[in-house]
């Protein structure tokens, strides 16, 4: 990635811009587990059910999903301060919205423009850092720090949605990002340099449009599928039309010069199976987490403080474990820990598919936090696996796929096992039957995944045509550049 002579800066303006940088990565990852504790209480004040709670949730990862690519490809194209800033405001704006929204399609839509400027930010933020930090060791150092403030944010967003949520109800959820996007326009529009790459490729419009169309069709068909009937009209045409358009979006793919997505890439056994490892980890995770807080309130009668606290487990473990990933996968290879890593995961989740609710929480903690480390110790590797897959200049484009698929994961994970839950409560079982049947499938696909890794990622020594990223386009905290080139050395 070529950097301006400006953006490299003098000291003072690198700290102005590791701060900045890092407090918005902060702000997208607490947004994306505070809203999980305030779904019981949305559910009860906008009088929704459970489809209203799965658009509000996958309204706002869809879009992160389709945009991810694209959103580091305007930044690298247009300037990198502009795009960061133009998304701080954007995604400040739509929280104020969603504050605000009377109804659950009103809070949908500002869920939407917050994926879009979720999508502008995050990648923009991490290319401003790399831009700025030409220096190896020091890139090192400064990609670190932005990984440990979103995993702050990602730790904290349970404890801060329930407290919050607790004492002035869930609008309070999306003011919090208030002050945070002011401070941060502010500060970025005097202390920001502006910054951008020459040689970026062309925007991919076509690709972008028919994914999010694609998707959101499937997406469409597996929600409302349970409310509406899985052999309505409208239900079997939307998955007519998702298939039309992602068949569609491969053929318009393949023939692109610079295409959003290079289909080439998955040619490379190492780089599709890693991927698609990358989204049943999204599936499982996003899925199964959509249900913590409303198995804590509505099956064991938790408050939404109490919940938001009772869910810690898995965050905190996936901080804690995230960095050391890295390194077991430096020492053992890649198959080793993503295996076992999924194995934990998997057992964690099918630990929690027998849990009731007179099952005492001494009893559920370890569960949750089993189900966390397994997912710390898979993500990272995972994004190394397919870094290490394909040339080293392509390296940046590796780990922004990586992260597009974990989303995509993620959205048909909120899809998918809302629907496994809606089915079994239509054939008459209760809340509580129907969440232990989500939990068994994800942990079910999660362990199927995991003889898959064992089988089919192939063993690779660390340091064999890897490829260290120039900029990861990830949303997430846990899946982060220093980790993915650790494991490459």
């Known amino acids: 990635m070529a950097a301006s002579p400006a953006a490299v800066g003098s000291p003072p303006n690198r700290a102005v811009l590791l701060a900045v940088t890092c407090l918005g990565q902060f702000m997208v990852l607490l947004d994306n587990t505070i809203v999980g504790a305030a779904l019981p209480d949305m559910q009860h ?8 709670l799965q658009w509000i949730v996958d309204a706002y990862v869809l879009l992160v999903a389709m945009l991810l690519l694209s959103g580091g490809v305007f930044a690298d194209r247009f300037g990198r301060k502009r795009v960061y800033l133009t998304g701080v405001a954007v995604f400040t704006v739509a929280s104020v919205l969603c504050s605000l929204a009377p109804s659950v399609g009103w809070l949908a839509a500002g869920r939407v423009l917050q994926g879009i400027g979720a999508a502008a930010l995050s990648p923009a933020s991490l290319a401003l850092l790399v831009a700025a930090h030409p220096e190896p060791r020091e890139r090192v150092k400064a990609i670190g720090l932005w990984a ?21 109800g869930w609008p309070a959820i999306f003011l919090v990002n208030l002050p945070i996007g002011g401070f941060l326009l502010l500060v970025g529009l005097r202390g920001l340099e502006e910054s951008r790459n020459p040689s970026a490729p062309a925007i991919d419009v076509p690709g972008t449009v028919l994914s999010v169309l694609g998707v959101g069709t499937l997406t469409f068909g597996l929600i409302e599928g349970g409310a509406r009937g899985w052999t309505s009209p409208v239900i079997l045409g939307s998955f007519t039309a998702s298939v039309i358009l ?10 692109r010069r610079a295409p959003m997505l290079p289909l080439r890439l998955f040619r490379q ?29 509505y099956v064991q009668g938790s408050s939404v403080l109490r919940a938001g606290l009772q869910t810690l487990p898995v965050s905190v473990a996936m901080v804690i474990v995230s960095p050391y990933a890295g390194r077991l996968a430096a020492r053992y290879g890649f198959r080793v820990v993503v295996t076992t890593g999924l194995a934990l995961a998997g057992l964690g989740l099918l630990a929690l598919g027998t849990v009731h609710a007179d099952t005492g929480y001494g009893n559920v903690w370890w569960r949750l936090g089993v189900v966390g480390i397994g997912f710390a110790l898979t993500m990272s590797p995972l994004t190394g696996a397919a870094i290490q897959a394909v040339d080293p200049q392509e ?14 994961g993620a959205v048909l994970g909120v899809a998918v096992l809302g629907a496994v839950v809606r089915t079994r409560q239509s054939d008459g079982a209760s809340f509580e039957t129907g969440l232990n049947s989500a939990f068994l499938a994800a942990g079910a696909v999660t362990v199927a995944t995991a003889v898959f890794t064992g089988l089919w990622l192939v063993r690779s020594r660390p340091g064999e045509g890897s490829a260290t990223p120039r900029r990861s386009t990830d949303p997430g905290a846990l899946t982060t550049s220093n980790e993915a080139s650790t494991i490459s050395r």
């Open 395 to 408: 390296g940046g484009l590796a780990s922004g796929i990586s992260s597009t698929t974990r989303q995509i």
């Open 246 to 255: 992602l068949a569609a979006f491969v053929a318009v793919e393949a023939r």
């Open 45 to 52: 004040r906008l009088h929704t059910q459970l489809t209203g």
């Open 269 to 297: 056994r190492l780089f599709t199976v890693s991927n698609t490892a990358m989204v049943v980890v999204g599936f499982a995770l996003m899925g199964s987490s959509f249900f913590f807080s409303q198995f804590f309130v």
């Open 148 to 168: 440990g403030f979103s995993g702050i944010g990602l730790a904290a967003g349970p404890v801060a949605g329930g407290v919050l949520t607790e004492a002035f």
